[in-house]
């Protein structure tokens, strides 16, 4: 997943302090192996179903119960795992599709920033014609056909190259939850998403608690809400002064 970075909540001072720094010396081929990559998924992430806003599926996640959540860092053989962290922006966007399934039926939907693939599966779940995940994290794509395989669903298509710099596809439905952490990556976005729109006509959805980076970039002048969750107890507590999650349509017109 392109990295959001979530400002104050626990899984960061868990994950990104831990694991914030290169990888790269720790990650040999046979770590990258398909086969590799799904046992180690298998035997170090806890299913997780009803502790979320979409308890209609199911997701390998890390939690206290697992075993890197204490474990030393240089242990760890793969980049950051944002992969395994069911994000508050990501968990509204599902929960929208979810509730709204004609948004997505028989429509090309693009999940860009898959990470755990959690809105690439509401869009199977409410009928969309073809599904692609986009993260670019070999080890998410990997996490993504197993989450699928966990939720009896054909998996989506995975793509690992960094879709913000190739020419935009005729999706008719663009999912971004929680891409907007990082100012430059938000205005990165903010001109790709428009080439999409203006090019193919693409609908934008964006799931997004209220991060400081997403309502202070200019893009938000140009969202109109859809909707907001109160987020469950649990995410509440993960997630330091983080309630509640929204879902917004990317408008250029306004």
């Known amino acids: 997943m392109l990295t959001p970075l979530t400002t104050g909540t626990r899984y960061i001072k868990a994950f990104v302090k831990a694991f914030g720094h290169t990888s790269a010396a720790r990650c040999s081929s046979n770590s990258y192996r398909p086969d590799s990559i799904r ?144 100012e430059v990556l938000a205005t990165s976005l903010h001109g790709w998403l428009d080439n999409c729109i203006n090019r193919h006509g693409t609908k934008v959805l964006i799931g997004d608690p209220g991060r400081a980076q997403f309502e202070e970039h200019r893009i938000r002048r140009l969202l109109r809400q859809l909707a907001q969750f109160e987020l469950p107890e649990c995410v509440r507590e993960e997630n330091y002064g983080l309630t509640c999650s929204s879902v917004w349509c990317y408008c250029p017109e306004l």
């Open 39 to 182: 046992r180690f998924i298998s035997e170090n992430t806890e299913i997780v179903g009803q502790r979320t806003l979409t308890p209609e599926f199911k997701l390998r996640l890390f939690t206290p119960n697992c075993r890197f959540w204490t474990e030393k860092p240089e242990l760890w053989p793969f980049d950051d795992p944002y992969w395994a962290i069911y994000w508050p922006g990501g968990q509204a966007l599902s929960r929208y599709l979810l509730d709204n399934p004609a948004v997505c039926r028989g429509k090309t939907v693009l999940d860009l920033g898959s990470g755990c693939g959690a809105a690439a599966i509401a869009a199977r779940l409410c009928g969309a014609a073809h599904v692609v995940a986009n993260d670019i994290d070999l080890v998410a794509a990997v996490a993504t056909h197993m989450n699928c395989e966990l939720n009896l669903l054909e998996p989506p298509v995975c793509l690992t190259n960094n879709m913000i710099d190739s020419p935009p596809k005729g999706f008719d439905l663009i999912l971004l939850g929680d891409m907007f952490y990082d």
